[in-house]
């Protein structure tokens, strides 16, 4: 609106930065990087390499109060907040010309700050959407409010998606998937060890609805009616595990297809809430049994219990970004909970991660041009280059792989490509309007437009030179299985993994293991069941697979030995994509690190350590952390990679060259026999 640009005019730099952001001149958090300062000399690495590797880091380090974990992502996310925060407050208060990435970012961050403003809105920014929920009075009205909140900031009953067609891996896809759900899995609705978080889910939704106007007796009742309804779209929903299964959770059919098969879920009227009247062309319905079973409810249980669901679904999603009643409420069941933190992290932490998810290739860009210098990206090529060499002589050699499945797997290494850094080509925000009226009309904006964009890409070419799922500023790599694409971001690239002061042993411990992590994601469990193109297709000899499954259920049987707290395995089944990669990249950046000393005088020790043992001491601290219970309990019970302080040691236990490097014998705690010993690639 013109009188925002008005605002900015009239005010001076300190004025807005003051008001708005609280702006302070923290200390720069120093950068995480590998120290023999972290080890522990007096725990023998024979016994516990972990505790070895990062033994004094354990006995110094507390998790801050606003942190559920805390490790070496944690450390470096922390100083790339800090980084962050300088881009968005220089953009806040110079925000340049109107339409600029600066100027929506800075607006954007501007709204999200202004806590007075959003304090003093309360519940009114989703009051159109609570009125249209209290008029709906069939199905065919339930879905279109669905369909309009998915389009504009949350994702109420099932999630919704455009993508890569899994096996037309050059086209985007409608998918649609389960969702709907507020508490991490299904398991918390069923297993007894969540008695006590179940119950604390019914009162916090009470709460939710009492801040939202209704009477304690009122939201009480309301809180058990859609506690009720998450648990029936639990008990129709899959597990992890299951969800990991990318054929099983594949099944590609028209609109009409979908009606007949979910007869009670109005279908047409859902694509004409899109814009879509009259599709026809296919989707994929990730997991279709729960699509009919939602048809079978939506026809079968009271629309007054769907409209109590879908108003505290809204409050639910909303919350984080609405006032402080509804900000710390949701917090103390989400955060505090579930995860056992104490405190919210400060309001610049948060806006930034919600400027993350909305605009992040925007802020993306401000981050790069400002931090992320073109030497890093040469460097990282080079180190790249290699660790491909070595992978690809692993595929050349491993010895349990016939010659037709060889040649396949060479042929998709072939095709291999890697990003780093950030996208080839920038994301187009011209099209989306940001303005200093609204921290939460912003959220609405951006996310209208996204679904716009991501919309209208159905049925295109896909565009493989974007990142598709995190911005540049993350602290994150992966691996894209329908492009056969391993992406490396900005934010990854620094101190503990990349250290361009670091030696050679140190960063191929380091970023030379992420990068053999992600090659191998092409190659582990489900990335092997994708083709050279990227599509969904099996290519190898039954034999050959059945040497695989074998091998990597050693890495089952092992982790799922390992105990995250009294009575909570490691699930080895779930973790195990993650627990081969880990193990593949330490192998081939392993041979990669040899490969470079090759030919040359040995190396004089560093801190009195070879080359080699500074390897496994790099990645060894690399996954130093700690948990708090709840959020360890999460992280087992949902998430596919193992706790870091399993991983620091789990796959080492594997590599003949972990026991030459420190000496380790059959007597000794960390030796594992060879015959339970995983070797895979």
């Known amino acids: 609106m013109p009188k925002t640009r008005f605002f900015r005019v009239l005010l001076p730099v300190a004025a807005i930065l003051a008001p708005l952001t609280g702006f302070t001149a ?9 120290s023999v300062a972290n080890m522990d000399p007096a725990v023998d690495p024979r016994v516990d390499f972990g505790r070895y590797a990062a033994g004094n880091w354990y006995k110094t380090t507390e998790i801050p109060a606003d942190k559920s974990s805390w490790g070496s992502f944690n450390q470096l996310d922390e100083r790339n907040r ?126 939710m609805f009492t801040l939202a106007g209704e009477t304690a007796d009122v939201a009480q009742a309301h809180a058990a009616t859609a506690l009720a309804m998450e648990k ?63 048809g079978r409810m939506l026809r079968g249980k009271p629309l007054a219990d769907w409209k109590t669901y879908l108003r505290w679904r809204v409050l639910a999603e909303a919350a984080p970004n609405l006032s402080a009643a509804f900000e710390e409420e949701r917090f103390h069941f989400t955060g505090t909970v579930l995860a056992g933190t104490p405190e919210m ?35 990282l090529d080079r180190l790249v280059s290699n660790i491909e060499a070595s992978m690809k002589a692993h595929l050349e050699k491993v010895d349990w792989m016939s010659e037709p499945t060889r040649a396949k797997a060479l042929e998709k290494f072939a095709r291999f490509r890697a990003m780093i850094g950030y996208p080839i080509k920038w994301r187009d925000y ?32 896909v565009d493989r030179d974007e990142f598709t799922f995190l911005p540049p500023q993350a602290v994150n790599a992966y691996f894209q299985s329908s492009a056969n694409q391993i992406v490396f971001l900005a934010g990854i690239l620094q101190p503990p ?22 090659i191998t994601h092409g190659f582990d469990d489900r990335g092997r069941l994708y083709d050279a193109d990227g599509n969904l297709a099996d290519w ?88 708090r219970d709840g959020a360890l309990r999460r992280q087992v019970m949902s998430n596919e990679h193992s706790p870091g302080q399993f991983r620091a040691f789990g796959p080492l236990v594997n590599l003949p060259e972990f026991y030459a490097a420190f000496g380790i014998k059959e007597s000794d705690p960390m030796w594992r026999a060879p015959e339970l010993r995983a070797k895979i690639w």
């Open 540 to 627: 190898w000899t039954e034999a050959d697979a059945k040497q695989f499954r074998a091998r990597a259920q050693k890495l089952v049987d092992e982790f799922s030995h390992f105990e995250a707290l009294p009575g909570l395995p490691v699930n080895g089944e779930l973790t195990l994509s993650e627990n081969i990669a880990d193990l593949g990249g330490l192998a081939v950046a392993y041979d990669a690190l040899e490969r470079s000393l090759a030919g040359q005088p040995p190396p004089p020790k560093i801190d009195g350590f070879t080359p080699e043992q500074r390897f496994f001491l790099a990645y060894g601290q690399l996954w130093r952390t700690k948990f």
């Open 497 to 518: 993994f990349f250290d361009p002061a670091a030696d050679d042993a140190v960063n191929y411990g380091g970023i030379g293991v992420v990068i053999g992590h992600e």
């Open 232 to 294: 029936a779209l639990a008990e129709v929903s899959k597990t992890p595990i299951q969800l990991r299964d990318p054929i099983a959770n594949y099944h590609k059919i028209t609109p009409a297809e979908l009606a007949a098969a979910s007869p009670g879920f109005p279908v047409p009227t859902y694509f004409d809430a899109l814009g879509r009247t009259g599709e026809t062309r296919p989707m994929v319905v990730r997991q279709p049994e729960f699509f009919a079973a939602l």
């Open 26 to 34: 923290d200390a720069e958090p120093p950068a995480p990087r590998f």
């Open 82 to 207: 800090y980084l962050i925060r300088h881009v968005l407050e220089e953009a806040a208060a110079q925000p340049g010309q109107p339409g600029s990435l600066s100027q929506k970012v800075g607006d954007f961050y501007a709204t999200a700050m202004d806590i007075a403003a959003i304090n003093a809105a309360g519940l009114k920014p989703i009051e159109t959407d609570l009125a249209q929920i209290e008029a709906v009075a069939s199905a065919d009205d339930f879905i279109k409010v669905v369909a309009a909140i998915q389009n504009s900031y949350g994702m109420p009953l099932f999630r919704r998606f455009v993508s890569a067609d899994d096996k037309q891996s050059d086209t985007y896809i409608l998918s649609l998937s389960q969702g709907g759900l507020g508490l991490p899995t299904r398991d918390y609705y069923f297993d007894p060890r969540f008695e006590k978080e179940r119950a604390a889910y019914l009162e916090h939704i009470a709460k």
């Open 345 to 379: 992290e400060p309001r610049w932490q948060r806006t930034a991660r919600v400027l993350d998810n909305e605009i992040g290739q925007a802020v993306g860009r401000l981050y790069v041009d400002r931090y992320f210098p073109p030497e890093v990206r040469a460097r």
């Open 430 to 461: 011209t099209g989306l309007t940001i303005q200093r009226d609204s921290f939460f009309e912003n959220i609405r904006r951006a996310d209208a437009f996204e679904t716009r964009r991501q919309l209208g890409r159905i049925g295109q070419k």
